[in-house]
Structure formats: C-alpha cells, structure tokens
C-alpha cells in the first residue's frame, strides 16, 4: 500500500529503522516500521496483518499467550 502525500506529512520520520523499533517497543499496541516511498524515511503503521512483525513484537504477544494459557489453569 502506497502512503499517500497528507498521511506522509504528518507521520514521524526516523532516520533509521532502529530508531522506529525503539518506538514502537515502547507502544501499548503493535508499530511495524516501514520505509515510506514517497519521502524515503522510515515511519510507524499499525497495519500488521499479513506481515513480518518485530521480534519484540513476537515476544510480547508469546507472553500474554503464555500468561492467558496459566491463567486458565
């Protein structure tokens, strides 16, 4: 999906894809970050359905299946 021009403007630029990981780790729901063919910078989406996730990412929602499946015992 192509980021259209007003959506661009108003998204945070990282210079680096680690910078937006250590974003997006801090977050409450899931960042991947992506580089954005119009500016050419690195941003945030929440859209994750069907793509490669962050290896946090991965974690985080291991823990909380994890602490669901302990929880119903």
Do not use: S
């Not at 959506?7 to 409450?28: G, S, T």
């Not at 991947?32 to 490669?52: A, D």
């Not at 946090?56 to 015992?73: G, H, N, Q, V």
């Amino acid at each position: 999906m192509r980021t259209r021009p007003g959506i661009c403007q108003r998204k945070k630029r990282f210079v680096n894809e680690e910078e937006a990981l250590r974003v997006a780790e801090k977050a409450p729901f899931p960042l991947r970050p992506y580089r954005c063919e119009l500016c050419g910078n690195i941003h945030l989406t929440g859209r994750t359905k069907g793509m490669k996730l962050p290896a946090f990412e991965l974690a985080r929602r291991r823990a909380a299946k994890a602490a669901r499946e302990d929880a119903a015992r």
